[in-house]
């Protein structure tokens, strides 16, 4: 079997498990007039007519999302561009070094990452000193002070005001951020600091080659910022362990939101908000998780040695 075959037969495998998974009812066949290599001979084409389809890059004049050869897309997902989608998924199966690196979920995830470029990420004063106003008036108590003048939150705030972001940025990376330290700490038992997780997370390691440094620099310390003055991290080793029922826990965060939502939306809505709702839950049995430190134990031999001055 030549190389040529061989990849062309490791993309029909890839092509099988991809159906496999989003696909079960419909069976790949490589060797049917859909399949990749039955479409390869049909059309003449071999590794290297493949490569030169694939590696320049996503064209719509690409050969391999033709029609005739079959690749659907995961129902429900949604695509701006079908075509592109479907060189994405040639083009994972392509370069990648075994089938089982092949992460094919983010081909059906309906909700697309978010890009930014240098003029979405961009803020003018006027758009500062807007976002400003505008937090100042719906958030009095927390909007004040040293967090109204943190240049890298306001910064974060206007940008996901502007009109191709459209998305609460600031809050997409702190929660980011966090699913990456409990990622961290249940894999290595490490603790993710906000400089390390801007040199290793996918989003930041895309905004540095895109925007540049001084965007990474913004990132890390509003995420910082946000956790310092909005909420605290997520306490990934507890002091306590809470003796009761997980399922009341939530049934009572649930009734809570359901009491907001029902004042929100209520017809009086526009009297009472904006407004702060308080709520804790208390529990009857703690246990605590701390090791008390044991006490030392005296010298017996400076005792014995005491003992035999007082003899002497």
């Known amino acids: 079997m030549g190389d040529d075959e061989k990849k062309i037969e490791f993309m029909d495998e890839g092509l ?15 060797d049917n007039r859909l399949g990749l290599k039955s479409w390869c001979e049909d059309n003449g084409m071999d590794e290297d007519a493949i490569a030169e389809e694939l590696d ?4 719509s004049d690409c050969m391999l999302i033709d029609d005739e050869l079959h690749v659907p897309l995961p129902k429900g997902a949604n695509f701006e561009d079908k075509q592109k989608a479907r060189f994405d998924i040639l083009y994972a199966i392509y370069t990648a070094k075994d089938l089982d690196s ?31 106003g505008v937090h100042s008036d719906q958030c009095k108590t927390l909007f004040n002070g040293e967090m109204k003048d943190d240049k890298n939150i306001t910064k974060l705030l206007a940008v996901s005001e502007n009109s191709d972001v459209n998305a609460p940025y600031l809050l997409y990376l702190a929660d980011l951020f966090s699913r990456d330290r409990i990622t961290v700490e249940l894999n290595t038992g490490k603790s993710l600091e906000e400089s390390q997780w801007i040199k290793e997370n996918k989003h930041c390691r895309q905004l540095k080659k ?24 997520l306490m990934l080793s507890a002091n306590t362990e809470i003796q009761d029922s997980l399922e009341a826990t939530c049934n009572y965060i649930a009734t809570q939101v359901d009491f907001v939502a ?13 407004f702060q709702f308080d709520a804790a839950i208390a529990y ?4 605590s998780l701390m090791i008390a430190e044991k006490a030392e134990e005296p010298d017996d031999e400076d005792d014995d040695d005491d003992d035999d001055d007082d003899d002497d």
């Open 102 to 132: 092949i992460d094919f979920s983010v081909f059906a995830n309906p909700y697309q990452p978010l890009k930014m470029t240098k003029q979405s990420y961009s803020a003018t004063t006027k758009d500062i000193q807007r976002i400003k």
């Open 56 to 59: 320049p890059g996503y064209s």
């Open 262 to 274: 029902n004042i929100a939306n209520s017809k009086d809505a526009d009297t009472v908000c904006p």
């Open 16 to 30: 099988k498990r991809y159906f496999a998974q989003y696909f079960p009812d419909e069976v790949y066949d490589a």
């Open 284 to 287: 009857n049995d703690v246990k």
């Open 210 to 233: 895109d925007v540049g440094q001084s965007a990474i620099n913004e990132i890390q310390h509003a995420v910082s910022s946000f956790f310092h003055r909005v909420v605290p991290k």
